[in-house]
């Protein structure tokens, strides 16, 4: 079971939430059921406006990172994900700081997840 804990000016404090282990609900869908106000449009990797910041609790507890297509573009096209950020995520397990809400899943690993509020503001 993973511990998703989000943090942003908007909230009062902190709210950790669980992930059950297999559940393969992306954060933005964690973040809407625990009523967490991340903004989002496309909720399909295309827009950028779920920008969020992710901290490993544990980074030295490697996985696989996961980024799918549309994440990895538009994640580059904001500026946010770099062709080496990329290459350390799939070569070696190194995860990069920004994600979008829609595409990411978090798994049995314990993240933070920091968002400002502003579409794509992270
Ligand atoms: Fe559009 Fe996530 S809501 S990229």
Do not use: W
Not at 70 to 92: C, F, P, S, W
Request: hydrophobic share 40%; glycine share 6%.
């Amino acid at each position: 079971m993973a511990i998703v804990t989000f943090s942003s000016p908007l909230m009062h404090k902190d709210k950790a939430v669980y992930a059950i282990a297999g559940d393969t609900r992306t954060a933005l869908a964690l973040a809407e059921e625990h009523r967490i106000p991340i903004p989002f449009e496309c909720r399909d990797g295309n827009c950028g406006s779920c920008l969020i910041e992710v901290r490993y609790d544990a980074p030295d507890r490697k996985k696989a990172i996961m980024l799918t297509d549309k994440e990895k573009m538009t994640l580059t096209e904001l500026g946010k994900l770099t062709a080496q950020e990329i290459e350390d995520a799939e070569v070696r397990d190194m995860p990069p700081r920004y994600r979008l809400a829609c595409q990411f899943i978090a798994r049995d690993e314990d993240v933070t997840i920091t968002f400002t509020g502003n579409p794509g503001g992270a």
